[in-house]
């Protein structure tokens, strides 16, 4: 199943660091995830930071962890956290979770 | 409800198995004409329940987790994940918003998810033994084979 297990790339563009995130972000990928997107944060202490999750075709409560970790991150450094291009299943737990009240969330751009 | 279709699945409980999990739940629900939607809710529920017992039931070794799942007549799935692992003590406070015994690595939203995504949600559990949750989803749509 290694092929179904979540990928991260980052781009970086004046302040704003984004993580495109990719594939099945469930608990057997969420560790390592966080770990990088911290790393990251604390290395390049970006002002606006972006999760762009256009190819993420699924996500349960462990991506909603990983989001309010990020969050926190960035609350901590005075910056932005935004979650972008969230497909249809990841919205639906979203949605679920009432973290849109906290978290900046986009469908498309 | 009459059962029409059955199928039992045995895996350890390490974190790899969450996909399998998901994806072989998808495959036996396909029976049923259920739409994108409902497939994805399905999947988002098993996820939550089978990353339960890895995580809760068994923090600290490999354990034993089963996923049964059965079509009802006429529209409905049932799926029943059940471990031996450690038990919950309260299912009662369990199944509220945000509550978790597991850290910043959770967000308690697990048995609320499940409960959103699904008609009902049982849960059975007792301290020391394990914990069985039974999930029914009805689809929308007329179930196709039989
Ligand atoms: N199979 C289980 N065995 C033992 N304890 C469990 C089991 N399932 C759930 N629990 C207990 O119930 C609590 C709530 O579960 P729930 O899935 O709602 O949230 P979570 O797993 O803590 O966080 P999240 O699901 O958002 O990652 C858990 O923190 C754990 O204490
Ligand atoms: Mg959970």
Redesign the pocket.
């Given at each position: 199943m290694g092929s179904e297990s979540v990928k991260v790339s980052t781009t970086q563009s004046g302040g704003r660091l984004t993580f495109h995130i990719a594939g099945e972000l469930d608990?057997h990928g969420a560790g390592a995830l966080m770990g990088r997107i911290e790393e990251r944060i604390e290395a390049l202490t970006p002002r606006d930071c972006v999760l762009d999750m256009r190819e993420l075709t699924f996500m349960?409560?462990?991506g909603?962890?990983v989001i309010m970790r990020a969050y926190r991150r960035m609350n901590a450094l005075g910056g932005r956290l935004f979650v972008e291009n969230v497909q249809s299943q990841p919205l639906r737990v979203l949605d679920a979770s009432g973290i849109d009240r906290m978290v900046n969330i986009s469908t498309s751009t | 409800m009459k059962e029409q279709n059955c199928v039992k699945i045995e895996f350890p409980s390490r974190s790899v198995n969450e996909g399998f999990a998901r994806a072989a739940a998808a495959a036996f629900a396909s029976q049923l004409d259920m739409t994108l939607t409902e497939l994805g809710d399905l999947k988002t529920a098993v996820s939550?329940?089978v990353?339960?017992?890895i995580?809760?039931?068994y923090p600290d070794r490999l354990g034993p987790i089963t996923m049964k799942l059965r079509i009802l007549e006429p529209d409905t799935i049932e799926v029943q994940i059940k471990?031996r692992?450690?038990?919950?003590e309260d299912v009662e406070r369990?199944?509220e918003?945000l509550?978790?015994?597991?850290g910043e690595?959770?967000?308690?939203?697990?048995?609320?998810?499940?409960e959103s995504f699904t008609d009902t949600v049982k849960v059975r559990?007792r301290v020391g033994s394990?914990?069985t949750?039974t999930m029914r989803k009805k689809v929308s749509r007329r179930a196709a084979t039989r």
């Open positions: 608990h349960d409560s462990s909603i962890a | 939550e329940a990353t339960n017992c995580v809760h039931a471990d692992g450690r038990g919950i369990a199944r918003p509550f978790t015994t597991g690595e959770r967000s308690g939203m697990g048995f609320t998810i499940m559990s394990g914990t949750v």
